[in-house]
């Protein structure tokens, strides 16, 4: 009789349930091991990993005398760099990563002690396999969009700060002097009309900014 009761619970759960998850990054991430695959990179360069910031940013164009791999997926968190580590960053074997996430974790209401932390595990993820890689970590923008939220992503960066200072492979950059006015308010030329996303004023700013670190 138990076994019976059992098969109708099993035939009366939804196909979707008895599924594993989707991950919704799945397409993206094919997307580049595809690319890798007809344009392999070569070992010792540097990588770009995150959300949307990373993935619109030009960087033939911005840094055309470096070797630099943008594997930015637009609306990604730090859990999804993280999960995707091994695809993303270490089969590359980069010298530097750089790092822009947090951004839409903080938008999703993620905590900013999480946001730190998930940064940790990132980096733990990519030392436990890539020892003597350095990871540079760009702050959590003030954006118009997102204004309301500043003060949490600025609690996040000073967090992932701290967590850099104790560690010489690891260094953290901070856009947030040059991203405001007069006004302490975000300022809007460096943004596209959504708000959120960098102009190509935004992007020269920081391009200019990061330069010195990717030549070391």
């Not at 035939?11 to 990054?25: N, S, Y």
């Not at 959300?51 to 005398?65: G, H, K, M, N, Q």
């Not at 990563?97 to 733990?124: P, T």
């Amino acid at each position: 009789m138990k076994l019976v009761c059992a098969l109708l619970l099993l035939a009366a759960t939804p196909l979707a349930a008895q599924q594993p998850a989707i991950d919704r990054w799945e397409p993206d991430i094919s997307a580049f091991e595809a690319a890798d695959t007809r344009t392999p990179f070569p070992k010792g360069g540097i990588v770009f990993v995150g959300s949307s910031t990373i993935r619109l940013w030009d960087v033939a164009t911005y840094f055309p005398d470096v070797r630099i791999l943008n594997r930015g997926f637009g609306g990604s968190e730090l859990t999804d760099a993280v999960r995707h580590v091994e695809r993303l960053v270490l089969k590359h074997e980069p010298r530097l990563v750089v790092v822009y996430a947090g951004d839409n974790d903080i938008a999703a209401g993620k905590l900013s002690e999480q946001v730190a932390v998930d940064f940790e595990r990132f980096v733990r993820a990519v030392h436990s396999k890539l020892p003597q890689t350095r990871i540079l970590y760009l702050a959590i923008k003030p954006s118009v969009l997102r204004w309301l939220q500043v003060d949490r992503m600025r609690r996040a960066n000073e967090m992932i700060r701290a967590v850099c200072q104790r560690d010489d492979r690891l260094a953290f950059l901070d856009f947030d002097d040059v991203m405001v006015g007069w006004d302490e308010k975000p300022r809007r030329e460096l943004f596209v009309q959504d708000g959120l996303h960098l102009s190509a004023d935004g992007y020269r700013i920081w391009s200019a900014i990061l330069r010195p670190f990717l030549l070391h």
